[in-house]
């Protein structure tokens, strides 16, 4: 088979897996989209009241894309052009599983994961400004808009030569990331964006609403 579209099939339906709807199904018998944000991402988990439950989503989230992109390497010999798109179609997975009817989280962690699996000093370094802006804010969403928003900075630093698919790749997944937040960017605007960890914040108009963000 062309090694394009198995790598393309292989990521997409890797980053399709909905962890975090699987493990509160399995060991709540809920479903994470009837709790906060809806998402079925790490962050919604573990404001759910489950935070082990949101640890393992994190970390499955974030593997099974970094998965997707070494099956890719494998699978056509070393050629960047195929990982990179590969990590293209991991995220796109996640944020429109075909499992869900296509609705699915906003795609941090498995961006992280591809970022990793591509160029590892870009990925520790967006990861860095995570948890330095979170740090200073308590805003997942914030911190997950930063960290995506400076990937395309290391990314070209550290990989060369600018391929279209590269140009293509380390552009379209930030950018999708970022455009999964635009409601939160539109509550940060408003100062009306819930931080983690915090309760809903006075004159809301709910604590659901408030509680929308990240992963």
Excluded at 9 to 15: D, E, P, R, S, V
Excluded at 27 to 46: C, L, Q, W, Y
Excluded at 165 to 172: S, T
Aim: aromatic content about 12%.
């Amino acid at each position: 088979m062309n090694p394009w579209i198995l790598s393309l099939t292989i990521a997409y339906l890797l980053g399709s897996i909905p962890f975090g709807y699987l493990l509160v199904r399995i060991f709540r018998n809920e479903d994470i989209r009837a709790h906060g944000s809806g998402n079925i991402g790490a962050t919604n988990v573990a404001r759910s009241g489950a935070k082990g439950l949101g640890v393992a989503t994190l970390l499955l989230d974030l593997g099974k894309a970094y998965v997707g992109v070494v099956i890719a390497r494998h699978v056509g010999a070393g050629n960047y052009d195929i990982e990179v798109a590969a990590a293209v179609a991991a995220v796109v997975g996640h944020v429109f599983p075909v499992w869900l009817g296509f609705r699915g989280g906003k795609g941090v962690a498995s961006a992280l994961g591809v970022f990793l699996a591509l160029t590892w000093p870009s990925g520790l370094a967006i990861f860095l400004v995570f948890v330095v802006v979170f740090a200073m804010t308590r805003y997942v969403s914030l911190a997950s808009i930063a960290g995506s928003a400076t990937f395309p900075l290391f990314g070209f630093y550290f990989v060369k030569p600018w391929t279209p698919m590269v140009v293509f790749g380390f552009l379209f997944i930030p950018l999708l990331v970022i455009v999964k937040h635009h409601e939160n960017i539109r509550r940060l605007l408003s100062g009306t964006e819930g931080r983690f960890g915090s309760g809903p914040k006075s004159g809301s108009r709910s604590g659901t609403a408030m509680r929308k963000a990240g992963a």
